[in-house]
């Protein structure tokens, strides 16, 4: 059974840093793109950053210089650095795995999420 674990979540004032984790199970984590979404309050969810198995990334227009996708494979763990928060970052992040070489940019592409994980940012 696959499983992905969000955490790393919380509460920051603006400009401040989170990072976030994704933990997970039941697959071959190194054959997966990893895609972190989020879905700020009466929005649609919308894409931030995708790792694939080769570390190509990218990143949503809105987060590029700030936030930094990585992995680790050993630990068959994604994370998601967020520095220089705004208070437009608040939302819910969800991670997700699709198995697939390239990368992925919306939700449909992907098979796998998690529960996803709070982040809000004060002004």
């Known amino acids: 059974q696959v499983q992905l674990v969000e955490s790393g979540g919380g509460l920051v004032q603006a400009g401040g840093s989170l990072r976030l984790s994704c933990a997970a199970s039941?697959?071959?984590?190194?054959?997966?793109?990893v895609g972190w979404f989020r879905q700020p309050p009466g929005k649609e969810r919308e894409f931030v950053a995708a790792i694939n198995r080769n570390d190509d990334t990218d990143y949503a227009a809105s987060v590029k210089g700030r936030f930094t996708i990585s992995r680790d494979n050993a630990k068959s763990t994604a994370y998601l650095q967020m520095n220089s928060l705004k208070p437009e970052d608040t939302a819910v992040y969800y991670c997700a795995a699709d198995h697939t070489t390239g990368l992925r940019y919306t939700p449909l592409e992907y098979d796998y999420w998690g529960q996803g994980t709070q982040v809000t940012v004060s002004s």
């Open positions: 039941g697959l071959t984590f190194s054959w997966y793109t």
